[in-house]
Nanobody, 118 residues
Framework: QVQPVESGGGLVQAGGSLRLSCAAS????????MGWFRQTPGKEREFVAG????????YYADSVEGRFTISRDKAKNTVYLQMNSLELEDTALYYC???????????WGQGTQVTVSS
């Protein structure tokens, strides 16, 4: 199976930027649709952004559209989430996940923490 591994989280001031990376351990991401999700204590896991295997199609949650950009580098077998104009509400544990059928995200990373301060 494919095992996503996230990195790049940290502490950033509101209005700042971070870039999260998701690398593949084991199998590559070839043929998989990829997505970023986030979760805070007491809140249901939320879809943030997704990208198809081809990289030509992307989609975003309304809360991040215009601020976040998802991309993938097939040569490096890495998916990215560029986060700009960060807000306090963006504070969460961010997960990278892979989908084989474009419907269900079956394979998940351990998460990377993003904390936005005022």
């Amino acid at each position: 199976q494919v095992q996503p591994v996230e990195s790049g989280g940290g502490l950033v001031q509101a209005g700042g930027s971070l870039r999260l990376s998701c690398a593949a351990s084991g199998r590559t991401f070839s043929g998989y649709d990829m997505g970023w999700f986030r979760q805070t204590p007491g809140k249901e896991r939320e879809f943030v952004a997704g990208i198809t295997w081809s990289g030509f199609n992307t989609y975003y949650a309304d809360s991040v559209e215009g601020r976040f950009t998802i991309s993938r580098d097939k040569a490096k077998n890495t998916v990215y989430l560029q986060m700009n104009s960060l807000e306090l509400e963006d504070t969460a544990l961010y997960y990278c996940a892979a989908s084989q059928d474009g419907v269900t995200y079956k394979y998940w990373g351990q998460g990377t923490q993003v904390t936005v301060s005022s």
